[in-house]
């Protein structure tokens, strides 16, 4: 009798899941225009442009929805349109796309064109606190407030329209929400700042003005890095070492496993949404792959 109530349960647990089936694997391994090494990050614009940060490559590659390669932007240096090392994009703004350039301790600021606008460095005239050199991420919400991820003191610097910073959190005095090895942000419901932490094997929640609101964990989370939202404002979570993507609903209630179907995921680090009308479609850095799967609701 308990193995049929198990075999129920997990039955009951997968038909609540939601479930991802793999449509197509593109290997995209290499290192001439169109292809990727070590790639760590992907967005989408609103007009449906595939952003992928190769980061083995040191430049931004973009693509269509159907996985063509259309150009490459960047190139090793610390000129205007070159990179060292970066690790995260931030696309969903209409105007302006955020790189983040790690090696070179600075945020690059691109029009939608990706025309070269302006370098965020930190500067020496502000208070310690809102001094960043690692960045590893950001994130900019509704209102315009640019949140930087640095991973070099582990915290989260907050920038208002002005490009003025107001506050930091995250870093060691932060009790509870301390960051351990932070990987990535995304917003979360309208009004959260989540943020993938490898060294807590969590999630950690934070509101706007820096309060932690809580620790989201799963028995099989090993390694969050990646994020992304979907229109309903759920939120997903990419782990490689797990090779699993996780979903967390818009209540912030728990983390459960996504069912993956039609294929194996060996090393997914990140992904992004992309809906039409009650189409989504699940765009997943699988290693040097771009894997899209259908997303089906519970």
Request: proline content about 3%; overall charge negative; aromatic content about 12%.
């Amino acid at each position: 009798m308990k193995q049929i109530m198990f075999i129920l349960l997990l039955w009951v647990q997968f038909l609540l899941s939601q479930t991802f089936t793999e449509q197509a694997r593109i290997n995209l391994s290499g290192k001439e225009p169109g292809r990727l090494s070590n790639p760590r990050a992907i967005d989408i614009t609103q007009n449906g442009i595939i952003l992928i940060v190769d980061t083995g490559n040191n430049r931004i590659q973009l693509f269509d929805l159907h996985g063509q390669f259309k150009k490459a932007i960047g190139g090793f240096g610390f000129q205007e349109d070159q990179f060292d090392h970066p690790t995260d994009i931030w696309a969903r703004q209409v105007i302006n796309y955020y790189v983040s350039d790690y090696n070179n301790q600075r945020l690059i600021r691109y029009d939608h064109n990706f025309n070269f606008i302006s370098a965020f460095v930190s500067r020496d005239t502000w208070d310690t606190d809102y001094q960043f050199t690692e960045v590893i991420s950001c994130a900019v919400n509704s209102q315009n407030d640019l949140f930087i991820l640095d991973r070099g003191e582990n915290k989260i610097v907050k920038f208002n329209r002005h490009d003025q910073p107001e506050r930091s959190f995250g870093s060691y005095e932060s009790g509870a929400g301390d960051l351990q090895e932070p990987h990535q942000l995304e917003m979360v419901a309208g009004k959260y700042l989540a943020v993938s932490d490898a060294g807590r094997k969590s999630v950690l929640i934070f509101d706007y003005f820096g309060t932690f609101i809580k620790e989201l964990t799963h028995k099989r989370l090993q390694l969050p890095t990646g994020l992304a939202t979907d229109r309903e404002q759920g939120l997903y979570v990419a782990d490689p070492q797990a090779q699993m993507i996780f979903h967390l609903g818009n209540r912030l209630d728990r983390l459960q496993p996504v069912n993956y179907l039609g294929g194996k995921l060996q090393h997914p680090v990140d992904l992004s949404l992309w809906q039409n009308g009650n189409r989504k479609i699940a765009y997943i850095l699988d290693g040097d792959q771009l894997v899209i799967a259908g997303l089906s609701l519970p």
